[in-house]
Nanobody
């Protein structure tokens, strides 16, 4: 069982930056693919970004491409989401997830989420 804990959310002005972290309880997480998702009020959860277990492959939703960067530090058992040029429409609860597969067709583990609010 892998437990994921997100942190780094908060309130930021449009155009600003935040870095989200997702820390895992198990070292096996280093071999898992990881993804970030978000859910805005009244909307369905949507994919944001994903990274392979090796960290060598990444992909992004079109809405964040060029602004967000996903990365991982295996020594810290942590995945990051660097978010730049934030927009009010990026406001959502952001969730980290882990998958045994790559590409990740299913995510087996999920964190509790961290709130990101972007003011205009």
């Amino acid at each position: 069982q892998v437990q994921l804990v997100e942190s780094g959310g908060g309130l930021v002005q449009a155009g600003g930056s935040l870095r989200l972290s997702c820390a895992a309880s198990e070292r096996t997480f280093s071999s898992y693919a990881a993804g970030w998702f978000r859910q805005a009020p009244g909307k369905e959860r949507e994919f944001v970004a994903a990274i392979s277990g090796s960290g060598g492959s990444t992909y992004y939703a079109d809405s964040v491409k060029g602004r967000f960067t996903i990365s991982r530090d295996k020594s810290k058992n942590t995945v990051y989401l660097q978010m730049n040029s934030l927009k009010p429409e990026d406001t959502a609860v952001y969730y980290c997830a882990a998958s045994r597969s790559w590409p990740p067709y299913k995510y087996e583990y999920w964190g509790q989420g961290t709130q990101v609010t972007v003011s205009s």
